[in-house]
């Protein structure tokens, strides 16, 4: 079966394929599929280009209700309130501020509008031919601890840090 798409974008808007974990217990095929992807781009018989979107953390994640609230995420199992680092209702966190290391973490922040204009500006103001195997895209980056700073001081106090460590 052969059908005329030009280019394929996978519905996955995480953080860059290249800094994901290998043997990612989150990864539901994921990796699988992009080298797929790869495949069929140098297949001289099915030849088909891809781009993925990398934006990295929505910031509805934080949202009363999580990303359940505004329907995205359903397929993940972690779309409701206090999934991913905090609970801002209920001034929880369980956060790793540090690496082994000893560095500060970081975190890719963006809204969900955003994406959306983003990935309507590349479709209507670049030539899809030009368009590179993946588009990364943030709005804030800012460290754990900053990111929970953030959200202590829209709440008006501080947060009951649940099991804070260095991985």
Same mark, same amino acid.
């Given at each position: 079966? /052969?059908?005329?798409?030009?280019?394929?974008?996978?519905?996955?808007?995480? =953080?860059?394929?290249?800094?994901?974990?290998?043997?990612?217990?989150?990864?539901?095929? *994921?990796?699988?599929?992009? #080298?797929?992807?790869? $495949?069929?781009?140098?297949?001289? @018989?099915? @030849?088909? *280009?891809?781009?993925i979107? &990398?934006?990295?953390?929505?910031?509805?994640?934080?949202? @009363?209700?999580?990303l359940?609230?505004?329907?995205?995420?359903?397929?993940?199992? %972690?779309?409701? $309130? =206090? %999934?991913?680092?905090?609970d !801002?209702? /209920? &001034?929880?966190?369980?956060?790793? #501020?540090?690496?082994? %290391?000893?560095?500060?973490?970081?975190?890719?922040?963006? &809204?969900?509008?955003?994406?959306?204009?983003?990935?309507?500006?590349?479709?209507?103001?670049?030539?899809?031919?030009?368009?590179? &195997? #993946?588009?990364?895209?943030?709005?804030?980056?800012?460290?754990?601890? $900053?990111?929970? $700073?953030?959200?202590?001081? !829209? *709440?008006?106090?501080?947060?009951? /840090?649940?099991?804070?460590?260095?991985?």
């Open positions: 079966m /052969h059908s005329d798409v030009r280019r394929f974008v996978p519905a996955e808007f995480e =953080g860059p394929p290249a800094r994901r974990p290998r043997n990612d217990p989150l990864d539901r095929g *994921k990796s699988a599929a992009l #080298e797929r992807l790869r $495949q069929w781009t140098r297949s001289p @018989r099915y @030849r088909m *280009k891809f781009t979107f &990398s934006c990295g953390v929505l910031f509805e994640r934080f949202a @009363r209700g999580g359940a609230s505004v329907g995205i995420g359903g397929s993940t199992g %972690a779309n409701y $309130q =206090g %999934a991913y680092l905090m !801002i209702e /209920h &001034s929880t966190a369980e956060i790793i #501020e540090r690496t082994t %290391a000893g560095r500060p973490v970081y975190v890719s922040l963006i &809204s969900a509008n955003d994406v959306g204009r983003f990935v309507a500006a590349a479709i209507t103001e670049i030539d899809l031919e030009t368009w590179p &195997s #993946e588009f990364r895209m943030a709005a804030e980056r800012l460290s754990i601890t $900053q990111t929970l $700073q953030y959200a202590e001081s !829209i *709440k008006g106090g501080l947060y009951m /840090h649940l099991n804070p460590r260095n991985d």
